[in-house]
């Protein structure tokens, strides 16, 4: 069964970092990317960053140039690294696998269950 599991979310004070996983087990087809999505309390969930197979990245604007997304070698873990950490980024963050047409993730996605990052001013 395919399954997604966040980790590394926590409290910090803005200009901090933090470094989020995302281990996935189970079988995904070789054509899925991978993502981070993020929503915040009352807001609906938006994309944070994707990464597709051919290593081509693509990023929110308000997070370019302060958060990086990369995966292992053996494509099983999905890294977020949250560097200048700001209040507005305080949210639950979620991992999540599916198509891909170039770095635009398209169609049903399987989700993570989600990890909170607070940021504190």
């Known amino acids: 069964q395919e399954q997604l599991v966040e980790s590394g979310g926590g409290s910090v004070q803005a200009g901090g970092s933090l470094r989020l996983s995302c281990a996935a087990s189970?079988?995904?087809?070789?054509?899925?990317?991978m993502g981070w999505f993020r929503q915040a309390r009352g807001k609906e969930r938006e994309l944070v960053a994707v990464i597709a197979r051919d290593g081509r990245t693509r990023y929110a604007d308000s997070v370019k140039g302060r958060f990086t997304i990369s995966q292992d070698n053996a494509k099983i873990t999905l890294y977020l690294q949250m560097n200048s950490l700001k209040p507005e980024d305080t949210a639950v963050y979620y991992c999540a696998a599916g198509g891909c047409r170039g770095t635009v993730m398209v169609g049903d996605k399987y989700w993570g269950q989600g990890t909170q990052v607070t940021v504190s001013s």
């Open positions: 189970g079988y995904f087809y070789s054509s899925f990317c």
